[in-house]
């Protein structure tokens, strides 16, 4: 269980988080949507301990989220999780050494799954490759919480597709929490449990993604534009 009890995050006047209260509920995979700088990677830095509140605090399994905590989540972040000098079998090897819980078996399974070539380098990577090989390094760890920012950056539409299904093949649905943050709404959906809409930095609409399906008949890209006030895209 993850719990943000009224957060702020500030960077100078501007405030990215605004008093968000929100319990993320373990097992469950959420989406946070939100049009740009509404405050998502902000709020999954925050659970991942990376960056602190200026007001307010996070607990993960109860424990306040810094960087001790951050060792048991996996986080897909939009930058700094690769080596350009490295081969994918060094960045592997890289994370195995970092991660106790990294499983070299599952990172085997995943290199085939997302068909990478394990000799080629981080800088001779398309950038959908890197993305690839990103979440095959967060998906051979086994952690209760499985934080993605934007998985989908840089991916065309067929490989979106593929992406989904490696998630449902190698998420331990029911046991890991996993905050998904995304535009590609309609990609993510199948596999969403929980909604989450911030904008501006704060939490204005929350929903079951079933339960908006089964009793308003909306999908949640649908529930998404009537939940939102400003009319903008995200
Ligand atoms: N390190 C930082 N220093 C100053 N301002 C920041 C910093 N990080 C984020 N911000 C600001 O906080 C706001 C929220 O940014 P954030 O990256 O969390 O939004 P986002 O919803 O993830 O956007 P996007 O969809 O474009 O990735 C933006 O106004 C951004 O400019």
Known sequence: MIE??????EYGKRKSLDNVTFTFEKGKVYGILGPNGSGKSTMMKIMAGLVYPSKGDVTIAGK???????????FLASEGMLYPGFKIEQMIHYY????????????????????????QKVSQLSKGQQGRLKLLLVLSRQTD?????????????MVRDTIVQGL???IDFGEQTVIIATHEITEIEPILEDAIILESGRI????????????????????????FKKGELV
Request: a negative charge; one cysteine or more.
């Open 204 to 227: 204005t609409a929350h929903c079951n993604v079933e339960q908006i399906r089964e009793e308003q008949g909306l999908s949640i890209l649908e529930w998404l534009k009537s939940n």
């Open 145 to 157: 919480v499985l934080l993605l920012d934007e998985p989908f950056i840089g991916l065309d539409p």
């Open 4 to 9: 943000l009890h009224h957060v702020t995050k």
């Open 96 to 119: 195995h050494s970092q991660y106790s819980d990294f499983s070299i078996e599952k990172a085997e399974e995943l290199l085939t799954f997302m068909e990478l070539d394990r000799h």
């Open 168 to 170: 449902v093949s190698f």
């Open 64 to 74: 306040k989220a810094d960087r001790k905590t951050a060792s048991n989540l996996a």
